[in-house]
């Protein structure tokens, strides 16, 4: 069955980077992109970007203002997002999910919590 | 970048009751990639529609999608007790946008 597994929680001082794993496994790794959203405390849903794992093609949002990046490592079926320059507004829920480009997102990692603070 | 914007905000409905929420976009959605997620407290989303109008694996069919251009509606049919949540509306496509979330609570 297809799962996705992310990495546990962080605690970061501002300023300071994150990089948050998620594992896929169940399926054609290749076959599917991974994407990226987070949700603040109490807030809905943000798209912060997606990566095809089959090409390495990226596409970030633009309020991010290039402060993510996406890499994969196929021989463990594994995708990281690092977030630079962490602020006190990027505390949130970060999840990944299958999907992405013309998918939608049909199966979700269980979520990593990302704590800012000084 | 499109922006959805979701109403009402809240909808307070009994079980058994017709849940109806609008999606509108800032500008036109192909409706190969508007979808809909449900989300519960402490949990992940859930997809429930793509391509406007098709269910998930799983999704029951008092789950209807529908709409076009800049106009989408997920309607259910009869709201369950596990309806009750917050449902999000998406496009995706190289770059995606989520709306706010409607709130469908108990009356």
């Known amino acids: 069955q297809v799962q996705v597994v992310q990495s546990g929680a962080e605690v970061k001082k501002p300023g300071a980077s994150v990089k948050v794993s998620c594992k896929a496994s169940?399926?054609?790794?290749?076959?599917?992109?991974i994407t990226w959203v987070r949700q603040a405390p109490g807030q809905g849903l943000e798209w912060m970007g997606w990566?095809?794992?089959?090409?390495?093609?990226?596409n970030d949002a633009q309020h991010l203002q290039g402060r993510v990046t996406l890499t994969i490592d196929p021989s463990t079926r594994t995708v990281y997002m690092e977030l630079r320059s962490l602020r006190s507004d990027d505390a949130a829920v970060y999840y990944c999910?299958?999907?992405?480009?013309?998918?939608?997102?049909?199966?979700w990692g269980q979520g990593t919590l990302v704590t800012v603070s000084s | 970048e499109i922006v959805l914007t979701q109403s009402p905000g809240t909808l307070s409905l009994s079980p058994g009751e017709r849940a109806t929420l609008s999606c509108r976009a800032s500008?036109?959605?192909?409706?190969?990639?508007l979808a809909w997620y449900q989300q519960k407290p402490g949990q992940a989303p859930r997809l429930l529609i793509y391509?406007?109008?098709s269910r998930a694996t799983g999704i029951a069919d008092r789950f209807r999608g529908s709409g076009s251009g800049t106009d989408f509606t997920l309607t259910i049919s009869r709201l369950e007790p596990e309806d009750f949540a917050v449902y999000y509306c998406?496009?995706?496509?190289?770059?995606?946008?989520f709306g706010q979330g409607t709130k469908v609570e108990i009356k």
């Open positions: 500008q036109s959605v192909s409706s190969s990639f």
């Open positions: 999910a299958r999907g992405g480009g013309i998918s939608a997102l049909d199966y």
């Open positions: 169940g399926y054609s790794f290749g076959s599917y992109p």
């Open positions: 391509g406007t109008s």
């Open positions: 998406q496009q995706y496509g190289r770059s995606q946008t």
């Open positions: 990566i095809s794992v089959h090409s390495d093609d990226t």
